[in-house]
């Protein structure tokens, strides 16, 4: 059974003062433990990321091995009629993998309950700045760890930071950082939650996560 939350944030400017505004998210998560739900996504975000072309051949497939190696009785060795048997070095592999599809299916509603119910429960780790993608111009990391550190934000953690729209200056900002991952709102997804410490949303970004997985 679902229930519905709703979260409040004040925002913040680049420098750290606190705007005179709010926003809000009305999250409808999983009134029980939804462990059960995540696992299903982040499973199949997993599986979404393996290609599935590891590919062996068979003994049909080795080339050669189309004369028989010698006489089926009177050599008292044991029979054989293929040098590309599996049993033989430059043979085929038995049972060895073949390309195929891992993905996995799940529902739209499945995937938007994981994401909000993550959202809800990682609520004390979001902080909203205001109008980022437009108020952090210069394109140098250390304006992006000034910037952390007005916000008390630690660098030396994994943050995810997710904004409407990468521009040219974010990009150059965050790209040096390790435990920085920028993210598009339309591209959040359960695994990049999980394994961040903190999230920085963008005041742009929340319009987009209401439309993408709060319908």
Same mark, same amino acid.
């Given at each position: 059974?679902?229930?519905?939350?709703?979260?409040?944030?004040?925002?913040?400017?680049?420098?750290?003062?606190?705007? %005179?505004?709010?926003?809000?998210?009305?999250? /409808?998560?999983?009134? /029980?433990?939804?462990?059960?739900?995540?696992?299903?996504?982040?499973?199949?975000?997993? /599986?979404?990321?393996?290609?599935?072309?590891?590919?062996?051949?068979?003994?049909?497939?080795?080339?050669?091995?189309?004369?028989?190696?010698?006489?089926?009785?009177?050599?008292?060795?044991?029979?054989?009629?293929?040098?590309?048997?599996?049993?033989?070095?430059?043979?085929?592999?038995?049972?060895?993998?073949?390309?195929?599809?891992?993905?996995?299916?799940?529902?739209?509603?499945?995937?938007? &309950?994981?994401?909000?119910?993550?959202?809800?429960?990682?609520?004390?780790?979001?902080?909203?700045?205001? %109008?980022?993608?437009?108020?952090?111009?210069?394109?140098?990391?250390?304006?992006?760890?000034?910037?952390?550190?007005?916000?008390?934000?630690?660098? /030396?953690?994994?943050?995810?930071?997710?904004?409407?729209?990468?521009?040219?200056?974010?990009?150059?900002?965050?790209?040096?950082?390790?435990?920085?991952?920028?993210? &598009?709102?339309?591209?959040?997804?359960?695994?990049?939650? &999980?394994?961040?410490?903190?999230?920085?949303?963008?005041?742009?970004?929340?319009?987009?996560?209401?439309?993408?997985?709060? %319908?």
């Amino acid at each position: 059974m679902t229930v519905q939350k709703f979260i409040k944030y004040t925002p913040l400017d680049i420098s750290g003062k606190p705007i %005179d505004s709010t926003y809000e998210l009305t999250l /409808n998560i999983l009134e /029980n433990s939804g462990n059960y739900v995540l696992h299903k996504d982040l499973v199949r975000h997993l /599986n979404s990321k393996r290609q599935g072309t590891v590919s062996t051949k068979t003994r049909s497939e080795v080339r050669g091995g189309g004369r028989k190696p010698w006489q089926q009785k009177g050599t008292g060795r044991a029979r054989a009629g293929s040098s590309r048997s599996p049993l033989w070095k430059g043979g085929g592999v038995i049972f060895g993998p073949k390309p195929k599809s891992v993905t996995l299916k799940l529902n739209k509603k499945e995937r938007q &309950l994981a994401l909000q119910t993550l959202l809800y429960n990682k609520k004390n780790s979001v902080i909203v700045i205001e %109008d980022l993608e437009n108020t952090l111009t210069e394109a140098k990391t250390k304006s992006f760890l000034k910037m952390c550190e007005n916000c008390n934000i630690n660098s /030396n953690q994994k943050v995810l930071v997710v904004v409407s729209k990468k521009t040219d200056s974010l990009k150059l900002a965050t790209q040096n950082l390790k435990n920085v991952e920028l993210i &598009l709102a339309s591209n959040l997804n359960t695994f990049s939650l &999980l394994k961040t410490k903190q999230i920085v949303l963008s005041s742009l970004s929340i319009n987009d996560i209401k439309e993408t997985y709060c %319908d």
